[in-house]
């Protein structure tokens, strides 16, 4: 086994303070490397150190050594020369990445043509040759707008390779991705660990570290508190982080046994509902009756209907078929939603505190509720002053909570409440949302396309697509 | 320390040249409205003797080719140039941003309804529009201060339909709609922090564009008639005497100058995307 490339001391910092401590690993032929840790870690930072893209501000330090070369991370640039040719980079949502206006073929020929200098036919062969293996063939006069989702990131990937790099670093590649997607992506990356290349995956997936094997290192607050073999770290770890990471895996997770009090007149019916959407049948004829306090869980793949569904049920999005049924007498600021991505759910500029006292005095709410709320959902009073973008989003999902809860809601439209948040404050906020429906006998419809999830925490499951 | 420094001078540069427009156009209004204050020479006071002399110590502006004092007539010029383009910026912005806001909310036929008329008057070159207006009313400010909100008001309302569209389509605004707030308050809190900077930015912009649109119809003795002081009438009129008083053909344009400078100045493009609440 060869070494590809070798890090020495790699290190971020500001001017001010040291945010990622210094960290020495290798990347070696046929095997790859994860680095495991939450949103905040400094786990990106560090590759972003070692590509030398680090945003400005922050300054790099340490060795990189590729080739028996040596280069110094802390001038940036000196690794202009081996992006796309030594390393190259797959981009978070890949679709995203590719240019909108060019043929598939097109995008990955570039980079036989202009960084290995291979003749344009030639170059062809090869781009045609890379999206057949990848068994998308077809794709190569299509524009990335006409490919599927998978379709694209595998394109994605012919492209980032196309220059000659053997080691491909990949940032969060499976980030919102549901089960089958991730397996796809895991594949695609695999694949290229076996032809003899690297993989350095950035990742707070646990699944996906699992999957990769290989080596890994768990990150917490810009240090490394753990590493050696994936699987051995992950049956035996050392450190508590790690323990807590393993601890809030859903897969791991207490079944929560309540009983299930199917009394109570329903808050809402839903009778034969169907949705087709750009042609497509996303589901049809489901009947649904829904009970005070009820947690359903719905689960399916992405694209499948499940937010359509919940939205449905929410009078914000017309059935094609079927209909709705509230209960009569409640009033209809009590049927809430909580959103995929916190910030995307509040005014961007206002702060919290005055967020919430708009609606406090939309609905001549008591004031005095509040405080307790905080801080039973463990939100710290300071926090209020903030707006959205400058808390956490663990903690603005809390506050979502906490604004849907101050007008007791009698049934709850949570969409992926948690996907975008790290392990440990997923398990915290699933575990909060649950109690406090219970609690409050308030009906909870979760959506999630983790399958685990939805098993541990539901009382029953629906499942579309 | 070299990216440290990097990362400030733009926010420096940024301070530096919003602050040098808003230190030309409080010189120019200052010098605009003191006459009013303090009092000062009648602009259209005759007075044959001073005809075109240079700058003295007695007048720092020297005189017209009829001896009036150049500098009550370049403050009365100001004045109306002023006054008349923001007037026309918020009376094309009120209801630009208004429509604009109805459009992207209710789509459908009201959108199109709207952007037609504003496509059919975008046809028309906008000088053209406003030069219509005052043939067929002569001499009469209104007709010009109607014609330039006439083709300024599109770009409020083209501006302001393509960023409230999303903005309505957010979660956000999907959030507060649950939570059972109205119309009112997702323009106030939703839609216009995320617009107001951009579109008074443009309203600088649609100032110094309606300022000059109004010196070049009374260059073309079409806007405001003599013997009125106004900018572009001013440079007409001075034009034949180039030669004897360069510096008085030369003040208006100068003034005109600087007032466009200080409005582009002041609406420059921020160097970072995002900006401030």
Do not use: C
């Given at each position: 086994m060869s070494t590809l490339m070798e890090v020495r001391d790699a290190a971020v910092h500001t001017t001010e303070a040291q945010l990622v401590q210094p960290f020495s690993f290798s990347l070696e032929a046929g095997r790859p490397f994860t680095i495991l840790g939450e949103t905040g870690s400094g786990k990106s930072l560090l590759a972003q150190a070692v590509m030398g893209l680090l945003p400005e501000g922050l300054m790099a330090s340490g060795q990189l050594g590729i080739e028996g070369e040596t280069l110094d991370l802390g001038r940036p640039g000196s690794q202009k020369r081996l992006w796309g040719r030594k390393v190259s980079i797959l981009p978070q949502e890949p679709w995203l990445a590719l240019d909108p206006i060019m043929a598939a073929q097109a995008q990955v020929e570039e980079g036989y043509r202009f960084l290995r200098n291979?003749?344009?036919?030639?170059?062809?062969?090869?781009?045609?040759?890379?999206?057949?293996?990848?068994?998308?063939?077809?794709?190569?006069?299509?524009?990335?707008?006409?490919?599927?989702?998978?379709?694209?990131?595998?394109?994605?990937?012919?492209?980032?390779?196309?220059?000659?790099?053997?080691?491909?670093?990949a940032d969060e590649p499976t980030k919102g991705l549901d089960v089958a997607r991730r397996d796809e992506v895991i594949e695609l990356l695999m694949r290229e660990v076996r032809a003899g290349g690297c993989v350095l995956v950035i990742t707070h997936d646990l699944a996906l570290a699992r999957q990769m094997g290989g080596d890994l290192?768990?990150?917490?607050?810009?240090?490394i508190v753990e590493q050696g073999e994936a699987l051995e770290v992950l049956a035996n770890p050392a450190h508590d982080y790690t323990r807590r990471l393993i601890a809030a895996d859903p897969e791991n997770w207490q079944t929560l046994d309540v009983e299930i009090s199917s009394a109570g007149a329903p808050v809402l019916e839903a009778t034969g509902i169907g949705k087709t959407r750009g042609g497509k049948q996303l589901f049809s004829g489901v009947d649904l009756t829904i009970r005070p306090g009820e947690i359903i869980g719905v689960t399916g793949p992405?694209?499948?209907?499940?937010?359509?569904?919940?939205?449905?049920?929410?009078?914000?999005?017309?059935?094609?078929?079927?209909?709705?049924?509230?209960?009569?007498?409640?009033?209809i600021h009590r049927y809430q939603k909580l959103y995929q991505d916190p910030p995307a759910a509040f005014?961007?500029?206002?702060?919290?505190?005055?967020?919430?006292?708009?609606?406090?005095?939309?609905?001549q709410l008591e004031e005095v509720r509040i405080a307790p709320l905080m801080q039973r959902l463990r939100l710290a009073e300071h926090l209020l002053d903030r707006r959205p973008d400058q808390v956490s989003g663990g903690e603005l999902q809390r506050f979502a909570l906490l604004r849907v809860l101050l007008l007791d809601p009698v049934f709850l439209f949570a969409d992926e409440p948690t996907s975008r948040l790290d392990l440990i404050t997923q398990q915290e906020t699933v575990e909060l949302l649950v109690e406090l429906a219970r609690e409050r006998g308030c009906a909870l419809l979760l959506v999630s396309h983790d399958t685990a999830l939805i098993e541990k925490t539901c009382d029953r499951t629906i499942s579309i697509g | 320390m070299s990216s440290l420094v990097f990362a400030q001078t733009p926010a420096l540069r940024f301070s530096l040249r919003k602050s040098l427009g808003l230190f030309i156009?409080?010189?120019?209004?200052?010098?605009?409205?003191?006459?009013?204050?303090?009092?000062g020479a009648d602009p259209l006071k005759q007075s044959l003797r001073h005809s075109l002399q240079p700058p003295s110590?007695?007048?720092?502006?020297?005189?017209?080719?009829?001896?009036?004092?150049?500098?009550?007539?370049?403050?009365?010029?100001?004045?109306?140039?002023?006054?008349?383009?923001?007037l026309s910026v918020v009376t094309a912005m009120v209801p630009g941003i208004?429509?604009?806001?109805?459009?992207?909310?209710?789509?459908?036929?009201?959108?199109?309804?709207?952007?037609?008329?504003?496509?059919s008057l975008l046809a028309l070159p906008g000088l053209l529009l406003v030069l219509m207006l005052t043939a067929i009313v002569p001499d009469n400010p209104a007709m010009l201060y109607l014609g330039i909100s006439l083709v300024l008001w599109i770009e409020y309302f083209r501006v302001t339909r393509a960023l409230a569209r999303p903005i309505l389509n957010s979660p956000a605004v999907e959030a507060s709609r649950l939570l059972g707030f109205g119309p009112v308050y997702i323009l106030k809190r939703h839609v216009w922090p995320e617009i107001s900077a951009i579109l008074l930015r443009l309203g600088a912009f649609g100032a110094a564009s309606a300022i000059m649109a109004i010196a070049a119809l009374g260059f073309v003795s079409v806007g405001v008639?003599?013997?009125?002081?106004e900018l572009g009438l001013m440079m007409i009129e001075l034009l034949p005497y180039y030669e004897e008083a360069p510096h008085a053909l030369l003040q208006p344009i100068a003034v005109i100058f600087l007032m466009v400078l200080a409005l582009q100045l002041l609406a420059g493009r921020q160097n970072s995307g995002k900006e401030t609440a």
């Open positions: 291979e003749e344009s036919d030639v170059a062809r062969q090869s781009a045609n040759r890379d999206l057949q293996q990848l068994g998308v063939a077809e794709a190569r006069r299509k524009l990335p707008g006409q490919l599927s989702g998978g379709m694209a990131q595998r394109v994605a990937f012919a492209a980032a390779r196309a220059g000659g790099a053997r080691i491909v670093i290192a768990i990150m917490l607050e810009g240090r992405s694209g499948s209907g499940k937010s359509s569904l919940g939205d449905i049920l929410l009078g914000l999005l017309k059935p094609d078929a079927g209909q709705v049924q509230r209960a009569t007498g409640i009033s005014p961007a500029r206002a702060t919290l505190k005055q967020s919430l006292a708009d609606l406090v005095a939309l609905h | 156009l409080a010189g120019l209004v200052v010098f605009a409205f003191l006459p009013l204050i303090i009092g110590s007695a007048a720092w502006f020297g005189y017209d080719h009829l001896g009036r004092s150049m500098a009550a007539r370049l403050a009365a010029a100001l004045r109306l140039s002023l006054g008349l383009a923001l208004l429509l604009g806001v109805l459009a992207a909310w209710r789509g459908g036929f009201i959108d199109r309804a709207i952007g037609a008329v504003s496509e008639r003599p013997p009125t002081p």
